[in-house]
């Protein structure tokens, strides 16, 4: 069974910063592709960062010179630092695995910015 707990989410103003974690479950973590995605209201899932087994990172556009992807694979966490936040990045912020060509979901965690 595999697990990916989010956490680190909240309400901040615009500017501000935010780290969000998540702690997997999985065995063989350190092989596996890693990404953060997020889902605004009334939008589709979208990719934030991802982070290959070798730490090669993607960043969707909207996250670059922003945000930072980065692993602990001692800890199977993966983690989301997030710096100058803007309204528009608000939504539930989901962790996920892929494992093979099989994607397992964390629960999400909200993260909420005010103009």
């Known amino acids: 069974q595999v697990h990916l707990v989010e956490s680190g989410g909240g309400l901040v103003q615009a500017g501000w910063s935010l780290r969000l974690s998540c702690v997997v479950s999985?065995?063989?973590?350190?092989?596996?592709?890693m990404g953060w995605y997020r889902q605004a209201p009334g939008k589709q899932r979208e990719l934030v960062p991802d982070i290959t087994s070798g730490s090669s990172t993607t960043y969707a556009d909207h996250a670059k010179g922003r945000f930072t992807i980065s692993r602990d694979n001692d800890r199977k966490t993966v983690y989301l630092q997030m710096n100058s936040l803007k309204s528009e990045d608000t939504g539930v912020y989901y962790c996920?695995?892929?494992?093979?060509?099989?994607?397992?979901w964390g629960q999400g965690t909200q993260v909420t910015v005010s103009s």
């Open positions: 999985l065995r063989l973590f350190h092989t596996y592709t």
């Open positions: 996920r695995a892929l494992v093979g060509s099989v994607p397992y």
